[in-house]
């Protein structure tokens, strides 16, 4: 059976269980608590970061982004990358908007700062980091507002990578309740939509040891 | 004409020239000081970051990740990704790895370090911050020897976006003599071979005003 070496709220991972579940190819997930660099999973990703995707024959493919683009070249149907040249360089300019600046903006400063130093034990999570976090998250709901009034989905006509790869930051934070949803209607309505996906199921039956999510998480109608 | 927004010594605008060049395809390079934050600029690329490329027709496509698999797919002759799907990631791993660890671990804390503040006159350059990139590029060397030696290139027979990348980030370290060369005998043959393919001869003609480069960087013979 393919495996997905992965950690429960992670977004880098859930990029790819997103991807995975749209595709419809089936994957056993194992969770991999990176910080103990346990040898074996280091001579799979010598960077030693989840996601790992373990084919069926043994095949070895590390990296979310790495990853989505695998999938959608062996597992072509249906696309996360639609049309031509130009339409799939935007779904990938905005993927990595949420993959690299949304995530180092925010996601680093709220989720990784809660629950990594938590469960590396490291140190407390630090209120001048999780303040930034909250300060920087409100123009990226602004950006996800203002795509999504001008088009059905954050890239173009169809459901694409960027809409999985934001969505995967996002669950993240709202994991923890901290999306203010109420001051963003327009992120807000986004988001429900692409939460009442199949897809996202599993995503929102995820829990962290004494960790657990804020109250409205599985709600559809939040 | 078609133009990349650029600038001189930045490893992501690199990667993209040496794509760019690999492939035959004609650009006219506009340097752009993006800490001035030129508002035409923004409207091309709201991450407001180098490099951003325009097509003829006007298209515009932005950051070197995208930029490169989108020239892939509208100029894919020559191939900077060949193989099957599994050799596509193992080139893309290899890239993320140099584009994303190398980068943060090495090329941030020398070549930005030195490069960017002086532009941007911030602040002085920190010199913990240089000590660590110094610390940090032995390992990276070691591994560059380690895949050169099981491999005719960086991700395996053929030139690919991962030795283009791993150029593209040493070139600028190499601008400032931050390359321990002498120490790492493998990852010099490696970079001796690529330094000699026409791709790199703009590059090397590169200046940047006030910080000019180390004695032996146009060198073939180093």
New interface residues.
Partial sequence: MRVLYHFPVHAGCRRVRLALAEKGVACELQTEQVWQRREGFLRMN??GEVPVLVEQDG?I???S???T??LE??YPDPTLLPGG??D??EA??LA??FAW?FHREVTENLADEKIFTRFMRTRQPDSMVIRAGHANVHYHLD?IAWLYERRNWLAGPDLSIADLTAAAELSCLDYLGDVPWDEHPGAKDWYARIKSRPSMRALISDTLPGLPPQAGYADLDF
């Fill in positions: 010598p960077a095949a493919v590390p990296g982004g790495v990853i683009e695998y070249e062996a040249p130009l799939r360089a990938r300019r990595t908007w600046k950006y």
